[in-house]
């Protein structure tokens, strides 16, 4: 099955800096590729996705980038806030003939310091 | 739109015991996922339910299953609860409209403890 690998695990920045977290994936037939942003206490809320026909895409302040060939996707903020500060949740997911499976990352705690 | 609901949103049971979580996806939206969330494991997907058919599973066990209503409302039900059953479970509806749609909008979850 799909197995996602999410670095870091952690990760601290100064407020205005940016912060960048990579996945890996295992399964070449994954073709939609979502993150999520979950604060504490809160349910995940998508903030961006990536579908296998494009290499990157940007809204503000946040992209994501997408490497098929080495099977990895990554997640860019910049100018990080303190409002940035949340679990971020990367996802691969095959779609196909009406049958989905979804892999999630094991998640990466972002803290901006102000 | 109102967004997707669950309930109960706390749940406390013991070991043995059986318990139904329920689901209500926005509405028209006909796909409706289950997710295990724990501090060690990360979101697990449990399965997922689409015009009342069960579309994919993950690895769970068999004590764990679901259905969903003809009004995409779904329901999940775990029996024989076990300590390691503890989590927050996430249910996930989307409107499913293409292969190439598939925006998933998360429940609030319900927080289940088994003592």
């Known amino acids: 099955g799909e197995n996602v690998e999410q670095h870091p695990s952690t990760l601290s920045v100064q407020e205005g800096d940016s912060a960048v977290i990579k996945c890996t994936y295992s399964d070449s037939a994954s073709n939609y590729f979502p993150w999520y942003k979950q604060e504490l206490g809160k349910r995940p809320q998508l903030i961006i996705d990536i579908r296998s026909n494009v290499g990157e895409k940007k809204d503000q302040r946040i992209a994501v980038t997408l490497n098929k060939t080495a099977k990895h996707f990554s997640l860019h903020i910049t100018e990080t806030q303190p409002e940035d500060s949340a679990v971020y949740f990367c996802a691969a997911t095959y779609l196909s003939g009406g049958y989905q499976k979804v892999t999630f990352g094991t998640g990466t705690k972002l803290q901006v310091i102000p | 739109k109102a967004g997707v609901t669950q309930t109960p949103r706390y749940l406390i049971k013991t070991r043995g015991q059986q318990v139904t979580l329920s689901c209500s996806p926005i509405s028209g939206h006909r796909s409706v996922s289950w997710y295990q969330q724990t501090p060690g494991q990360g979101l697990q997907f449990l399965f997922e339910?689409?015009?009342?058919?069960?579309?994919n599973k993950g690895n769970f066990p068999g004590r764990f299953s679901g259905r969903q209503f003809s009004n995409s409302r779904s329901e999940m039900n775990v029996s024989t609860l076990e300590l390691g059953d503890s989590a927050l479970y996430l249910c996930a509806s989307s409107p499913r409209l293409a292969d190439s749609s598939y925006e998933q909008y998360f429940g609030p979850g319900t927080r289940l403890t088994v003592t």
């Open positions: 339910y689409f015009s009342e058919t069960q579309r």
